[in-house]
């Protein structure tokens, strides 16, 4: 699965707009990171914001 | 990565996999080792093997509450603790660049023991941490 990084943190060496896999955030709680405002599902919604 | 001794203001600390090298002033891996005494008859001093990694992970923090920033990541942005009080993935690497024998990345599942907010009139808000590690450390180079 695919994430969006809508926050201005890097996430797993990922700036806001760029695409993270479920792979890069291995060991990590994605959940959290959605509910926090770092990264949102990269559904075709998302994308198209673009 | 360094050719020599060098400035240690360049390290990456990565929390939940949140780059939140910006905020950290300081970061210790202290990795440790139970001390077993094995000293027997016939030795003429104390004597030891180790025993069952024992590491924690110590990170001084400079405060920020803004949106995805680091008390927010750590904290959380609603009512509950956040990663407080669960484990977390920690990421420290000397260097902000691909791990290598010359930028080791270690790896430790923390748990978030504390969160201690500092707040002092004229002074940076800061939160310091010591967090203990759950199994063993992971030293990865490549």
């Known amino acids: ?50 | 990565m360094a050719s020599g001794v060098f400035l240690g203001n360049g390290a990456k600390v990565t929390v939940n996999s949140v780059d939140l090298s910006a905020y950290v002033s300081s970061v210790t891996i202290n990795q440790e080792f139970d001390q077993l005494e094995v000293t027997a008859m016939g030795n003429s001093g104390h004597t030891y093997i180790a025993g069952l990694e024992n590491s924690s992970i110590s990170i001084d923090f400079n405060a920020d509450f803004a949106t995805s920033k680091v008390n927010q990541t750590i904290n959380g942005s609603g009512a509950t603790n956040g990663l407080v009080g669960a484990t977390t993935q920690v990421v420290i690497q000397p260097f902000n660049a691909a791990a290598s024998a010359d930028n080791p990345k270690y790896t430790a599942t923390c748990l978030v023991t504390q969160w201690p907010q500092v707040f002092n009139v004229g002074e940076l808000a800061t939160v310091s941490v010591t967090w203990p590690v759950n199994g063993a450390i992971v030293k990865t180079i490549s």
Not at chain 1, 7 to 18: F, Q, W
Not at chain 1, 29 to 39: A, D, R, S
Not at chain 1, 42 to 47: D, L, V
């Open chain 1, 1 to 50: 699965m695919e994430y969006k990084v809508i926050g201005d943190s890097l996430i797993a060496g990922h700036g806001k707009g760029e695409i993270v896999t479920t792979d890069e955030l291995q060991g990590s709680n994605v959940e959290y990171l959605v509910e926090n405002g770092h990264i949102e599902p990269a559904t075709k919604k998302a994308k198209d914001k673009e």
